[in-house]
């Protein structure tokens, strides 16, 4: 299959900040300063930081230059390779795609083609993307197996949680300072404090039900693609246990595939969907949704997590963790094509991956540009 042509996209004139910043309605227009400031940056910044218009830009292309595959599954929405790493499960520590803010319903080939254009925008090495298109297509076809993914182990893990509250915690306190983000909660806040303690009681979870809050604060977030969204960062106890934990709760906005149905709204099960078809086989006592003012929050612990940090890695350790990232997009998409039409996927891959990292570049060029 050809791959994606310039003119097959929304023309780059039209790609302005004004056009960004339709896709982030939710955000007051101070925070998404700040989230732009951040996102040009680089040119990988700026793609992740709006993962929405990228879906916007692949969702507008005539269906016969998209490759046709199963859109009734759920994909991963804003894959990109910071965006795995190992979480703590009821089973384990185990590695996997970690942020489901974005992870909804449909087309499996531009799912893919989101993580193949992030590392290579990434990258300089221009042999890399090539290897990780053929890893992708190896496992598809099962012809190797997944490359071994690089988990943590549960002493690295608590050794991140006791830096962790070394930091952001102090007698039983939110650590309020500029290093930390974290500031203290405003007089409209406050008054919410009620409301999120109703809704811990009110969910499903029985963990977040025997929860007892401690402290809460503000967390400030300018990079990324859930910059400038409502996010509380809660100190917890459970009396269970006996252990403290530091629990957020952010704002989901509208899943990045669903944009260009601008009427869809945010369902409250789609997380759980995304949990049961990203980590089948495993259960978390975390990522639950509460609602507060007829807006859906995720509920996440902060703590038995851990990235690897792709840019601090030498080339071929680099290549090894994208290829584990590869191996679970593969694993996961594979159902969702036939066989005979695996190999015109991967031309389309390649040469449309190309194609936008190419578009991006000139695009944060131009942008950054105006900006500054």
């Excluded at 400031?37 to 990988?44: C, D, E, I, L, Q």
């Excluded at 894959?79 to 942020?99: I, M, Q, R």
């Excluded at 930390?180 to 405003?186: G, I, M, P, Q, S």
């Excluded at 009396?239 to 899943?255: A, C, F, N, T």
């Amino acid at each position: 299959m050809k791959p994606l042509r310039k003119k097959d996209l929304i023309p780059e004139d039209e790609l302005t900040r004004t056009f960004f910043r339709v896709t982030n309605p939710q955000r007051a227009e101070e925070d998404f300063t700040a989230k732009w400031r951040a996102a040009v940056r680089s040119p990988f910044a700026l793609f992740r930081a709006f993962p929405e218009a990228y879906w916007i830009d692949l969702n507008q292309v005539d269906g016969e230059r998209i490759p046709s595959c199963a859109t009734d599954r759920v994909v991963f929405g804003d894959a990109h390779p910071e965006n795995f790493g190992t979480l703590t499960f009821e089973e384990g520590p185990a590695f996997v795609y970690n942020d489901l803010d974005d992870a909804d319903t449909g087309n499996a080939a531009v799912d893919a083609l989101r993580f193949f254009t992030a590392a290579v925008l990434q990258s300089d090495d221009k042999d890399e993307l090539d290897l990780l298109i053929d890893e992708y297509a190896n496992v598809m076809q099962d012809l190797s197996k997944p490359a071994p993914v690089p988990v943590a182990s549960a002493d690295e893990l608590a050794a991140r949680d006791a830096a962790f509250f070394e930091r952001f915690v102090r007698e039983r306190r939110l650590v309020l300072a500029e290093e930390t983000r974290l500031l203290a909660l405003e007089d409209a806040d406050r008054g919410a404090g009620a409301a999120i303690l109703h809704a811990l009681q009110s969910s499903g979870s029985p963990w977040l039900k025997r929860l007892e809050v401690c402290d809460m604060a503000i967390r400030a977030k300018a990079s990324g693609g859930s910059a400038g969204l409502h996010r509380r960062w809660l100190l917890v106890l459970d009396p269970e246990s006996g252990r403290e934990d530091v629990v957020e709760i952010k704002e989901l906005d509208l899943p990045s595939p669903a944009w260009g149905d601008l009427d869809s709204p945010v369902e409250v099960d789609r997380v759980e969907s995304a949990k049961n078809a990203l980590w089948p086989d495993l259960h978390a006592k975390d990522h639950v949704v509460v609602t507060l003012a007829a807006t859906p929050y995720l509920v996440r612990s902060r703590l038995g997590s851990a990235k690897t940090r792709l840019k601090k890695l030498a080339a071929d350790d680099r290549l090894a963790v994208l290829k584990a990232e590869v191996g679970i997009l593969a694993r996961h998409h594979q159902k969702a094509y036939k066989p005979v039409e695996i190999p015109p996927v991967l031309e389309w891959l390649l040469g449309s991956a190309r194609m936008l990292r190419k578009r991006w570049l000139t695009m944060w060029e131009r942008l950054e540009e105006e900006d500054w």
